[in-house]
């Protein structure tokens, strides 16, 4: 291992860290700030290993994530995601290259179209979409990150249709 790719992978597993924290969260607010560190380290994670359609797919994350934070205009969200497949189209260098793309475009979709359990299931796509990515483009942070989120992100979904669900009281016999 090299020392670019010692350091792209050091990235990756602070990205790990910062997803799984992100993912865990109830509140939607607090899962978009995180979500946002995330993408940014993501960003120079996918710089360093060379893979130049997933940096500017986490780019792209990165910018949708913090709008979205202020705002939930649908044109917006139409922008970001055009102009990621678009330039994601046009950047791919493989048939590959399609799971950030499509990844980050659903990604989009759940941020500003969604919330909260809708939110969450649509992303459990999206992180199917980046898993591939990463052991295509060998991010062992990024394999841990996703299958790891496929996991909290359910765990969280659970949490929150149980939470919706009418406590039932037992009366004592």
Known sequence: MNNIEFWAQLVGFGSFILGLLAFYQKNDRNLKKIMLLFNLNHMLHFVLLGSSVSA???AIAALRTGTSIYTASKAIAS?????????????????????????????????????????????LFGAGCWLI????????????????LIFINSITIFRLATAKLPQLTREPT
């Open 79 to 123: 922008f970001y995601m055009v102009i990621g497949i678009a330039i994601g189209i046009y950047l791919a260098e493989s048939w590959w290259a399609i799971f950030p793309i499509m990844g980050s475009a659903v990604g989009t979709f759940a941020i500003f179209f969604l919330t909260g359990i809708k939110m969450r299931c649509f992303f």
């Open 133 to 148: 990515n990463n052991v295509v483009v060998g991010s062992y942070g990024g394999v841990l990150l996703e299958a790891s």
């Open 56 to 58: 500017l797919c986490a």
